[in-house]
């Protein structure tokens, strides 16, 4: 009884400061401020944002459906303040004031209307700015990003132009440019030798540079919906690459220096118009899914049997005939996805897959015959389900 009695007023006294740092409006947070170091406050029913200033402690403040125009001005004097985090708001203009917070580390204004930027956030040195869903026009970077800075998101503002100087000192880890409406590829992007994620999907170049290449730091590149109708041989030197994604675009074809990537572990290249599979896919030893679907891909090829990691296979709406029949003594594959192909067969030989579950054959042209057989084998075992 005495042990528990000391657990409990040990743990108790944690237990308020664990629930006290976190507050949900100012008048709470004014109870204890010197408890307080969160505040989350949602909704627009906050008439004034007096008394804000008070929580002298604060690290991080978030803004969620707030009803301002401009950012609060007591949030100016909060010094200690590490983390901003606005969104669905009216702001239009980032002030010069911002620059006063040298402790600012995370700054989020997103899904407002930032228009215009006053201040130069590279001095105040972020680590991570996000400002998504704004209406960003001209964005000079050396204004954004200082050498603490590892992660910039500018994606969906409507950016007519990008100014940019010495990237070559910035340890920046991340830019997103998603949906910015630019028409050429972002070439500064290329001398950021430290990036690793880069997503400039949803915008209307068509073709990328060779110098793609100097990105050998790159572990995700998105380049979906960017009207792409070829991609540059240097892609095959991004040596850490585990994750490319080239959806939506107008690909004819994947260069066989693609092949080269060791470390690629996903490669999505869904509706395009791509007739083949590379031979030397064989190449790719990391892979484990392969998304081709909506494509105009006839067959597979024997090499991709070889793939000893590769767990999932989408190949669905393509004019695929015939399946290899040593496809199914694949080590690995657990999902293949052919819905929609001119499959004719399916071999008994797929019950000889051992890590095989789904095997989608739908809407193929597969005999009554040879589905009667299938199912009838189906009814002796529960380990895979097969849609046909």
Same mark, same amino acid.
């Given at each position: ?8 007023f040990i743990i108790f006294p944690f ?13 709470e947070g004014l109870k204890n401020p010197?408890? /307080?170091? %969160? ?14 200033? *008070? ?10 459906? /707030? ?9 100016? %004097? ?18 010069? #004031? ?26 105040? %040195?972020?680590?991570?700015? #996000? ?6 026009? *001209? ?19 409507? @950016? ?51 110098? @793609? ?15 792409? !109708? ?52 064989? *190449? ?21 049997i070889t793939l000893e990691k590769l ?11 015939? !399946? ?30 051992? %890590? ?18 299938? @199912? ?9 389900? @097969?849609?046909?």
């Amino acid at each position: 009884m005495r042990l528990t009695f000391r657990i409990l007023f040990i743990i108790f006294p944690f237990f308020i400061y664990a629930q006290s740092s976190l507050v949900e409006s100012i008048e709470e947070g004014l109870k204890n401020p010197e408890n /307080v170091k %969160e505040i989350y406050i949602s909704g627009n029913n906050v008439k004034s944002y007096e008394g804000l200033e *008070k929580l002298y402690l604060l690290e991080r403040l978030t803004l969620v459906n /707030v009803n301002i125009n401009n950012i609060p001005s007591q949030i100016f %004097e909060l010094k200690k303040l590490k983390e901003i985090r606005i969104s669905h708001s009216n702001i239009k203009i980032l002030p010069k #004031d911002l620059e006063n917070l040298t402790k600012l580390k995370k700054l989020s204004i997103t899904y407002s209307k930032l228009e215009k930027i006053n201040c130069n956030l590279s001095k105040i %040195e972020l680590t991570e700015i #996000d400002l998504i869903e704004n209406n960003l026009k *001209k964005i000079e970077l050396s204004n954004f990003i200082s050498s603490e800075t590892i992660s910039l998101d500018l994606s969906s503002n409507p @950016i007519e132009d990008i100014g940019h100087n010495n990237p070559e000192t910035s340890n920046l880890r991340r830019i997103s440019l998603r949906k910015t409406g630019i028409k050429q590829f972002p070439s500064f992007v290329t001398f950021y030798k430290y990036l690793e994620n880069l997503d400039l999907s949803g915008n209307t170049f068509n073709t990328v540079p060779e110098t @793609i290449g100097n990105l050998s730091n790159l572990h995700f590149l998105g380049l979906n919906r960017c009207a792409l !109708i070829s991609l540059p041989n240097n892609i095959g030197s991004l040596n850490k690459l585990t994750w490319l994604e080239v959806n939506e675009n107008n690909l004819t074809e994947l260069p066989n220096s693609l092949c080269n990537l060791k470390k690629l572990q996903y490669l999505m290249a869904s509706r395009n118009n791509l007739e083949n599979i590379p031979k030397c896919i064989n *190449k790719l030893i990391s892979l484990t899914k392969l998304e081709l679907d909506n494509n105009q891909i006839s067959s597979i090829p024997k090499s991709l049997i070889t793939l000893e990691k590769l767990s999932e296979l989408e190949l669905t709406n393509n004019k695929i005939k015939r !399946i290899p029949n040593k496809l199914f003594s694949s080590l690995s594959l657990r999902s293949i996805q052919l819905k929609n192909n001119l499959i004719r067969k399916l071999s008994r030989s797929v019950f000889k897959a051992d %890590e095989l579950r789904v095997l989608n054959l739908s809407k193929n042209r597969i005999k009554k015959s040879n589905k009667k057989k299938i @199912i009838e084998l189906l009814k002796k075992q529960k380990r895979i389900t @097969i849609h046909i």
